[in-house]
């Protein structure tokens, strides 16, 4: 019997589902990252961000609602290999004036997958006229820009220097 062949809509749920579970691993990292962080400004853009996400994941489940389908979770191996490497380099660099730098990359190599999910799931609501999902992704895309923007101010102005 021949599968029935997938389209743009089925695409779009599955990295939803990608996207939101993406969102509860990374609300359950960013404390502990947060807790890791020697600089001040770094624990507070991981404290904000935490806040942040959390309204991410409501919009991911209105997002599903719009859509008529129930907000659930699907493993993201991307996700799970990034916060991985972040844990990993945190217990690496734990005490030493890398810590916070090694921090920021792994946090800034979350936001960047995010960002691109983000956009690629606002071309598509675009593309199968979701019109009102649209401006859910985008407000979610244009705080994780944000955040990105931000981890790299942190970067430049304390992180990186202390650590040299």
């Known amino acids: 019997m021949a599968q029935k062949a997938k389209g743009l809509g089925e695409l779009f749920h599955d990295t939803l589902k990608d996207i939101y579970f993406a969102e509860k691993k990374i609300l359950k990292t960013l404390p502990k990252m947060a807790k890791a962080a020697q600089s001040p400004e770094l624990k507070a853009a991981f404290e904000k961000h935490h806040d942040e996400t959390e309204e991410h994941v409501a919009r991911l489940e209105k997002v599903f609602a719009m859509i008529d389908k129930k907000p659930q979770g699907k493993t993201c191996d991307a996700i799970v290999g990034i916060t991985d490497e972040g844990a990993e380099v945190t217990k690496e660099y734990k005490g030493s004036p890398a810590l916070d730098p090694a921090l920021l990359a792994a946090a800034q190599a979350v936001e960047h997958y995010e960002i691109s999910r983000y956009g690629t799931?606002?071309?598509?609501?675009?593309?199968?006229?979701?019109?009102?999902?649209?401006?859910?992704?985008?407000?979610?895309?244009?705080?994780?820009?944000?955040?990105?923007?931000?981890?790299?101010?942190?970067a430049e102005t304390v992180a990186n220097q202390e650590a040299e």
């Open 121 to 154: 799931l606002k071309t598509w609501a675009n593309e199968l006229g979701l019109k009102d999902t649209v401006s859910l992704l985008d407000a979610t895309l244009q705080e994780e820009k944000q955040t990105d923007a931000t981890l790299t101010e942190v």
